[in-house]
Nanobody, 115 residues
Framework: QVQLVESGGGLVQAGGSLRLSCGAS????????MKWYRQGPGQQRELVAS???????NYIDSVKGRFTISRVNAKNTVYLQMNSLNPEDTAVYFC?????????WGQGTQVTVSS
């Protein structure tokens, strides 16, 4: 049974930082690309960042230079370090991977940035 569990969300003032974590179980973590998505109020879910098995990363333009995705395979964990947060980053953040022919999602963690 594949499980993804996010943590680290919260309320932060604009300009602040948060680090999200996503622990995975039920999959050979090291062989899968991991992704972070977010869904803001009234918005569609969007891909924020991804990291491949070799560590290659990709980001949407709005977070480049502010967010960093990383992974520690020995801990089956992927992280999203978020700096210089602004109110537009307010959203529920989801961890995702595609394994065994389907998408798996965590329950999400709320990030709220106050102005």
């Amino acid at each position: 049974q594949v499980q993804l569990v996010e943590s680290g969300g919260g309320l932060v003032q604009a300009g602040g930082s948060l680090r999200l974590s996503c622990g995975a179980s039920g999959i050979p973590f090291s062989i899968y690309t991991m992704k972070w998505y977010r869904q803001g109020p009234g918005q569609q879910r969007e891909l924020v960042a991804s990291i491949t098995t070799s560590g290659r990363t990709n980001y949407i333009d709005s977070v480049k230079g502010r967010f960093t995705i990383s992974r520690v395979n020995a801990k089956n964990t992927v992280y999203l370090q978020m700096n210089s947060l602004n109110p537009e980053d307010t959203a529920v953040y989801f961890c995702n991977t595609y394994a065994y022919g389907r998408d798996y999602w965590g329950q999400g963690t709320q990030v709220t940035v106050s102005s």
